[in-house]
């Protein structure tokens, strides 16, 4: 028993002697690694294919893609108000139908965002899920139909 004690000793004594300061997170390493993975993937070209036989139908396919992927982050409206919760943190994404925000009116910025997501919490949907046929059916969604009815 004495000799399962010592080494349980001195782990703990010299883990409280390691080097004091700020940790690395793993969740967050891990996530920027999964970030940059995906964008070594990512190619705007993926999207010069997809057509639509109307706009509507883009809309409408993104309005229910949106609701199954997108929806409990982005809320209903796309005003970033869901109130979903991760890792004990409620997220705070960015309203869609803010003028200001910095995807307005920019779809291939919005398809590569939602390819790649982000290391804070936004999927990188293009490695988990989504074709490249609905990430361009969201975007359009997002244009033009989230956008033009929240404004």
């Known amino acids: 028993m004495r000799w399962i004690a010592l080494p349980l000793s ?3 004594v010299m883990g409280a002697c390691g080097e004091s300061g ?3 997170d793993p969740a967050s390493e891990a996530a920027i690694d999964s970030v940059d993975m995906a964008m070594e993937v ?12 109307s706009a509507g139908a883009a809309v409408e396919r993104g309005r229910v893609v949106f609701s199954f992927s997108c929806q409990k ?8 108000d869901a109130g979903f919760v991760s890792q004990s ?5 960015p309203s869609f139908i803010d003028p200001e925000w910095r995807f307005a009116g920019d779809k291939e ?7 790649v997501g982000t290391a804070e919490g936004m999927p990188h949907w293009g490695m988990v899920g989504l074709k490249p046929r609905d990430i361009d059916a969201v975007a359009t969604f997002v244009l033009r139909g989230l956008r033009s009815e929240g404004q």
């Open 10 to 12: 001195l782990a703990i």
């Open 22 to 24: 700020p940790r690395e």
């Open 42 to 53: 990512y190619d705007a070209a993926m999207f010069d294919t997809i057509s639509w036989d």
């Open 73 to 80: 982050c982005h809320g209903h409206t796309g005003r970033g």
């Open 89 to 93: 943190d409620t997220l705070t994404p």
């Open 109 to 115: 910025g919005i398809r590569e965002q939602v390819f």
